[in-house]
């Protein structure tokens, strides 16, 4: 299975160190030919509207939009989770978007910089999970199709619709494997069975 990371800013090499763990050979992303091929993809965290602004400048935005709307399994995380939103409460009037998600979320929802947390989290269809939260956002809305996986509060964090995947928080900065297993192993494979 080859799974790209979208590498134009965030924490790539957490993110391939954790796919490689769960048996995937694990791709950065840079250009649009780097999408060829890819069983899935994984949006890290980041800087959302940086990221955005990235996407365009590198023309990467609509051939990511085509891909993930025509079934590419996508996970993103905390930057990653606002890129894959319907909608996005307190961004920027020039935030791109990829969207497919059917959420509303709220950027830096928990709080700034120093607001930042770990917390142990069960996942439906996970386990126990070890999340780091960093200017992480939260779910303010979810639509009927999307599957809520796990909470803070009653704030979703967690959330699955389909062939995307998305969490406020960042598995990979613990050495945690189960949510890049959970995406390899489910999501991405279940593409390639079919």
């Known amino acids: 299975m080859r799974v790209g990371v979208l590498a134009l800013q965030g924490d790539v090499r957490e993110h391939v160190r954790a796919l490689e763990g769960a048996g995937a050979s694990a791709v950065p992303v840079k250009?649009?030919?780097?999408?060829?091929d890819l069983d899935g993809i994984v949006l890290p965290g980041?800087?959302?509207t940086t990221m955005g602004k990235l996407l365009t400048l590198f023309d990467l935005l609509e051939p990511l939009q085509a891909r993930i709307s025509g079934g590419l399994p996508t996970y993103g995380t905390c930057a990653g989770m606002i890129l894959l939103a319907s909608e996005v409460l307190d961004g920027r009037s020039d935030q791109r978007l990829i969207g497919g998600l059917d959420i509303t979320v709220r950027r830096n929802a928990f709080g700034s910089q120093v607001h930042s947390f770990e917390q142990d989290l069960t996942v439906e269809?996970?386990?126990?999970?070890?999340?780091?939260f960093i200017r992480a956002p939260w779910v303010e809305?979810?639509?009927s199709s999307v599957d809520v996986l796990a909470s803070v509060g009653e704030h979703p964090v967690a959330v699955r619709q389909g062939h995307l995947l998305a969490t406020s928080f960042h598995p990979e900065l613990t050495g945690e494997g189960r949510m890049h297993e959970f995406f390899v192993n489910t999501l991405v494979a279940k593409r390639e069975d079919s």
């Not at 250009?31 to 060829?36: M, N």
């Not at 269809?125 to 780091?132: A, F, I, M, S, T």
């Open 46 to 48: 980041g800087e959302s």
């Open 31 to 36: 250009r649009v030919s780097d999408l060829d």
């Open 125 to 132: 269809g996970v386990g126990e999970v070890h999340g780091v």
């Open 141 to 143: 809305r979810a639509g």
